[in-house]
């Protein structure tokens, strides 16, 4: 990108006087588009530490909860076969 210096190094001190005005503006809107950066720059940066940061605690939450799934199946498994083994077998209709 270009900066305001490399056109004023363009210009003859006859134009950099009859413009300086604008010329001050544009220096000034420069350093503010710099600044504007920079703090996007840093913005953008924290913004990814986020949301690694987050990438980390759902990928740790989906295991916990497949883990859970998991210990929830197994329990029902249990408890189905614990109940089926409590009927007696004359309640059981053969097919």
């Known amino acids: ?3 305001i210096t490399d056109y004023l190094d363009q210009l003859t001190d006859e134009e950099k006087t009859l413009h300086a005005e604008l010329i ?8 503010e588009v710099s600044q504007c950066m920079n703090a996007t720059r840093h913005n953008i940066m924290h913004l990814e530490s986020i949301l690694l940061r ?8 989906n295991h916990a ?3 859970l799934a998991s210990t929830c199946r197994e329990i029902r498994d249990r408890e189905s076969t614990r109940l089926l083994s409590s009927i007696p077998d004359e ?3 053969c097919a």
């Open 1 to 3: 990108m270009n900066s």
């Open 54 to 61: 987050h990438e980390t605690d759902l990928m740790r939450i």
């Open 65 to 67: 909860l497949r883990d």
């Open 24 to 31: 001050a503006e544009c220096i000034l809107r420069e350093k």
């Open 91 to 93: 309640k059981f209709h």
